[in-house]
């Protein structure tokens, strides 16, 4: 994979994300019954900020938990790697609640389809909203995000890497490019 | 959906010959994220939706089988079972029949219990699809090493350097066999100990005593095996009563072993004979813990030995 070019550096990311944690009080209308869910690897750093943010912004921690969606892969039957299963944890009680999946890039749509399913067998929350850092396109199901920190299009050979503080060592999104095959 | 993967597991799970230490810690590491599910109020996900897997029992299991079939529909894998017991003069035949036939009707992975040892072995070479050995007479159980381990390790952290004995029957019994073989892979020591009529001449991975003392000594965890009443009838025990008298483990003895050290048992359990009185109900025991562990742990040797290897 070779480097194309920095998409967002690390105010940018910064930025978006404050934007996002606006947008989502103002949405819900302030933090009742608000909580974040973030999903492996990169959405789980992102949505510990968003859930700092939100405290910074009105004065109240809300709930956070984590998902892996390996286990509602549609692909199981098919792909020749074994995917790592990773920790699951949600520590409160999903009923009723406005949940914001987060995730670092909306591509085809299949993991934010496993996350819902994996969200739903674990409880019933009265909204989901969908949370990404990047939107970079190529949907292959119905699926759309509801806060976006920036709309990227790209073309399917190339590669969208966020990177986090946390995961990476520096807050940043970049452009790759995969070699032909 | 890229993310991190893991190495190509072995295709079937027979005995730990050709696993990793690696690849048995990932399983294990599966086995804690399988934990979760069995914890929620639905206990139930999709990932082996479309997987067809066949309990296929040639000596009868209640526990064990019970503990493969929930474990497969927990992750919604469709199952079938067969049980049967299969007459001594065409074993073999028999054997190879009923998979062959089954293996025509798009089964995905066989969990093969028999009372003669070495048949998983053959039947990976009459089947197309993996084969879990759930039994195979005295040679190995390994599914049930795995959650003794996964038991052991969430209550003493790493095996590394830990003193495990295995009491009684060592002899006729493959859980013995197993966890000899897998213990000491994730860095544990093992003594087999047991009347000398009922140790085998050797076992690898273990060292062997007739001294309860000396086995339990400095233990880390005390594993009690069932005694099979009918090896009395083959005249390998002399009685009960002094089976019980040299090697039951009662609390007295258990002072031996480092205190807090934990006790655990396959099941199902002499009560009286193995273990002293309510020993089993105390906080020590591990007995309870071993069977709820058993369904997270067989649930991950379904996904590591199913996922990705459909064709």
Known sequence: MTFKSKLLNEDEVRRALTRIAHEVIEKNKGTDNLCFVGIHTRGISLAKRLVDLVEKFEGKRVPMGILDITLYRDDLTEIGLQPRVRETRIPFDLNGKAVVLVDDVLYTGRTARAALDALIDQGRPNRIYLAVLVDRGHRELPIRADFVGKNLPTSKNEVVKVKTQEDDGEDAVELWEMEES | MSESAVPGFPKHLLDFRDWSRSQIESLLETAQMMQEVLARPVKKVPALTGFTVATVFFEPSTRTRISFELAARRMSADVVSFAGAVSSTSKGETYRDTLRTLDQM??????????????????????????????????????????????LRERLGSLEGKKIAIVGDILHSRVARSNAELLPMLGARVVACGPATLLPAQLPGATLTTSLKE??????????????????????????????AAYQITQERLGWARPEAPLLHPGPMNRDVELEGTLADSP????????????????????????GKRN
Do not use: C
């Open chain 2, 215 to 244: 086995a339990l000594q400095e233990a880390d965890a005390v594993m009690a095996l069932r005694l099979q009443k009918e090896r009395m009838d083959k005249g390998l025990l002399p009685s009960l009563p002094e089976y019980i």
């Open chain 2, 106 to 151: 798009g089964i995905d992975a066989y969990i093969l219990r028999t009372d003669a040892a070495g048949v998983p072995h053959q039947a990976h070479g009459w089947l197309k699809k993996p084969v879990i050995n759930a039994g195979d007479g005295w040679r190995a159980h390994p599914t049930q090493a795995l959650l003794d381990a996964f038991t």
């Open chain 2, 284 to 307: 020590r025991s591990l007995v309870e813990r071993q069977v709820a562990n058993g369904q997270a742990v067989r649930m991950a040797v379904l996904y590591h030995v199913l996922v």
